[in-house]
């Protein structure tokens, strides 16, 4: 039997503006996995096996339909393992116990992360984990495209057509990887990543967005969405790609600015747009019968592999962090 001791920070003790000290015996850890898109079970088996390892209690919500249910349960976590799930000052306020939450996978724009700090605490990803699985998921998207939504007339091969990645991080590496066994051309924009980093992977680089959408035939998004890349995809930049141009996003629909798209599309009717996010201007999509597609509930880390990493992954870091403070996945 152990004690883990926290000491929470002065701007979390709101009536008394002095930090607190908590010691809890580590059997009443309580590790909360709220993942209204569950994983695979046996990835909860994975994430189970880590948690109970430590001596930790695993409480698992899935699937829940009401805001109220993350509240009641994240009364009395310790820790939290989510997905795309909704983390804001509401759900924080809620979490008197809480000392770290990890979002099983890349993005974390799901997180109000100046709200973490503000109440103690450390949010990380796990970053890399389900990449492969968004990345084979874009590929698929890109070979149900040229082949015209498999209605039956002839299409076209992606061997020989150019790839532009918009962002070369762990999705488009492995976007680049899997394109070139299909015998792509490909090339990347990232202005984050050094050219080294794309030449050594056979990719050639680019230096603008411009330059990416004017030389690809399809381009796959991989940006997260900042505040910097909110509704950067626009009309001038897609209007710049070639004749029979493709966009893929497995990335975030906040990065589009949506009534350009829908503009775009009704102007060239040699235009697709395929995604794994549905667009909020869904509806109005759908007019382009054949030119667009977006799958019912984003799929691209949906896969055992993908959950297995991501979710196991999340509770090491988990298991890391409170057992020698490691917080090397941080980032709030
Ligand atoms: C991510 O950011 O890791 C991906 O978008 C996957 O999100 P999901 O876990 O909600 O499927």
Do not use: W
Not at 261 to 281: G, N, S, W
């Amino acid at each position: 039997m152990g004690y883990y001791t926290y000491r929470t920070p002065d701007s979390y003790n709101k009536t008394t503006p002095k930090s607190v000290f908590y010691t809890t015996l580590v059997e009443n850890m309580k590790i909360l996995v709220a993942t209204e898109k569950p994983f695979a079970a046996v990835a909860v088996e994975g994430i189970r096996k880590e948690i109970e390892a430590a001596g930790y209690q695993l409480r698992l919500l899935e699937k829940y339909t009401d805001k109220k249910q993350l509240l009641d349960a994240i009364a009395d976590a310790d820790a939290l393992i989510i997905r795309s799930d909704v983390i804001d000052n509401e759900v924080f306020e809620a979490a008197k116990r809480l000392k770290i939450v990890v979002r099983a996978g890349a993005g974390y724009d799901n997180i109000d992360l100046p709200s973490a700090t503000a109440h103690g605490v450390v949010a990380m990803n796990t970053p890399g984990q389900n990449s492969n699985a968004v990345a084979e998921l874009a590929l698929g998207l890109m070979v149900f495209a040229v082949r015209n939504f498999y209605n039956g007339k002839s299409g076209s091969e992606l061997k020989g057509k150019t790839l532009g990645i918009h962002a070369f991080g762990n999705v488009g590496r492995n976007v680049a990887r899997i394109a070139q066994g299909f015998g792509m051309n490909v090339i990347a924009y990232d202005a984050y990543c050094p050219d080294e980093a794309m030449i050594a992977a056979n990719v050639q680089p680019v230096h603008s967005a411009e330059e990416l959408y004017q030389k690809s035939n399809i381009v796959s998004l991989h940006i997260p969405a900042t505040a910097e890349t909110k509704e950067s995809i626009n009309f001038k930049l897609l209007n710049q790609m070639p004749q029979g141009a493709i966009l893929v996003n497995t990335a975030r629909k906040e990065v589009i600015n949506e009534p350009e798209l829908v503009k775009l599309m009704r102007e060239r009717d040699d235009f697709k747009y395929l995604t794994d996010i549905m667009p909020a201007a869904d509806e109005q999509l759908k007019q382009f019968e054949g030119r667009y597609f977006s799958t019912p509930k984003k799929m691209g880390a949906q896969t055992a592999e993908a959950n297995i990493n991501a979710g196991i992954a999340a509770a090491k870091q988990i298991v890391d962090f409170f057992t020698t403070g490691n917080t090397r996945f941080k980032v709030n």
